[in-house]
């Protein structure tokens, strides 16, 4: 079964401070990956993306995420955060083929960001 | 262009009844997915539409349906309320060019209470 895990459910950093969010997946083929951000009452935000070429994708405000496949990871990394940035983050993966619309979530990671 | 627009934005019933939530996609996606956010559970596929077809449904009981018209509009509907489908539900639209996946694009949500 396809699984995402997200082992941190809590981090907290400084700001101006590096952040590493970690991602790993379990799927027999290079699946579509995905990172959204979810803010206090609100929808999902795609922050990056990554579905071939480039193992290092760049995204929106900052963020970056490494696909890895031997280790079956996507981290998502900022090497400098904003107090903006204190949100729950969400990786995903799609499938390639007929379940095209579906995409498995993890948990989340919750960031708290120290001023 | 407009985002993916949800309605209402908020619910309160009662055990027993049914509701039905809508969702406008981002103009010209076919493809709307339809997502329950719980503490619990995190984030858990319900099922996805294209071209008023049914192509994905996830492991929900047959009181959770939906539907999609010819605009892409769709709507979700659950019956028999019971206290565990207090949730947040959030639709997504993706373009679904059929080259491959597309990012899906999540709406604000729509928060249910189900006292």
């Known amino acids: 079964a396809q699984s995402v895990t997200q082992p941190d459910i809590h981090i907290t950093v400084s700001e101006g401070a590096s952040l590493e969010l970690r991602c790993n997946y379990s799927y027999g083929a290079t699946p579509y990956l995905f990172w959204y951000v979810q803010s206090p009452g609100q929808g999902l935000q795609l922050l990056l993306k990554?579905?071939?070429?480039?193992?290092l994708v760049q995204g929106i405000k900052g963020f970056e995420a490494e696909f890895k496949r031997s280790q079956s990871s996507f981290n998502l990394r900022k090497p400098s955060v904003h107090w903006s940035d204190a949100a729950e983050y969400f990786c995903?993966?799609?499938?390639?083929?007929?379940?095209?619309?579906?995409?498995?979530f993890g948990r989340g990671t919750q960031l708290t960001v120290w001023p | 262009k407009a985002g993916v627009t949800q309605t209402p934005r908020y619910l309160i019933k009662t055990r027993g009844q049914q509701v039905t939530l809508s969702c406008s996609p981002i103009?010209?996606?076919?493809?709307v997915s339809w997502y329950q956010q719980t503490p619990g559970q995190g984030l858990q596929f319900l099922f996805e539409y294209f071209s008023e077809t049914q192509r994905n449904k996830g492991n929900f009981p047959g009181r959770f349906s939906g539907r999609q018209f010819s605009n892409s509009r769709s709507e979700m509907n659950v019956s028999t309320l019971e206290l565990g489908d207090s949730a947040l539900y959030l639709c997504?639209?993706?373009?679904?060019?059929?080259?491959?996946?597309?990012?899906?694009?999540f709406g604000p949500g729509t928060r249910l209470t189900v006292l």
């Open positions: 990554y579905f071939s070429g480039d193992t």
């Open positions: 997504a639209s993706s373009l679904d060019g059929g080259g491959g996946p597309n990012e899906q694009f």
């Open positions: 995903a993966v799609g499938h390639r083929g007929s379940t095209l619309g579906r995409l498995y």
């Open positions: 103009s010209g996606h076919r493809s």
